[in-house]
């Protein structure tokens, strides 16, 4: 009888929590429909190659984006990318990886911009020069997933897929 009772507490106060739930879902399902989504792009960029990641520089001056065709854009950004007609900046275009391109990094001078991927490379590129050709191509043993510079110095950090941080000089 005494487990009967328990039993019986036990299962009101889960359909009073139950209800209190369904309360909730129903509150929070109000709201997010009282939301305005009605938000305007102010831009659309659409390069020849799908973009899987983007990236501006500290200054705002560059933005980066990485591509399907494994190539990396620097759009020139000091005129909102368009210029005066309106019409969209030539970027530059940046082939030097034979996989997707995961992460960017400006050095901490500016002048160079260091790309890395599931190609396992490094790449360094002139953004000062602005050449197309790379600088220097570090080879990683595995895909790097991310890069840091080491405070204000020319040191690499990265991340690579085979669960390795290394740091380069």
């Not at 009967?4 to 429909?33: A, P």
């Not at 970027?91 to 990094?105: I, S, T």
């Not at 790309?115 to 990683?140: C, F, H, M, R, Y």
Request: charge should be negative.
């Amino acid at each position: 009888d005494h487990f009967v009772n328990l039993f019986d507490m036990l299962f009101e106060s889960i359909e009073e929590r139950s209800k209190e739930f369904t309360d909730l879902k129903e509150e929070n399902k109000k709201v997010f429909q009282s939301l305005n989504y009605d938000i305007k792009p102010l831009l659309e960029i659409k390069p020849s190659s799908p973009v899987n990641t983007v990236f501006f520089n500290s200054t705002g001056n560059y933005l980066v984006t990485g591509h399907d065709n494994f190539s990396v854009c620097i759009w020139n950004n000091k005129n909102g990318l368009k210029n005066q007609q309106g019409e969209m900046f030539d970027y530059k275009e940046l082939k030097g990886h034979k996989g997707l391109v995961r992460a960017f990094l400006c050095s901490p001078d500016g002048n160079h911009l260091v790309t890395a991927g599931k190609d396992s490379a490094i790449i360094i590129w002139n953004l000062q020069e602005q050449k197309t050709v790379p600088e220097k191509i570090i080879k990683a043993s595995s895909a790097i997933r991310s890069l840091v510079y080491l405070n204000s110095s020319d040191t690499l950090i990265s991340a690579q897929e085979d669960g390795k941080i290394v740091i380069w000089d």
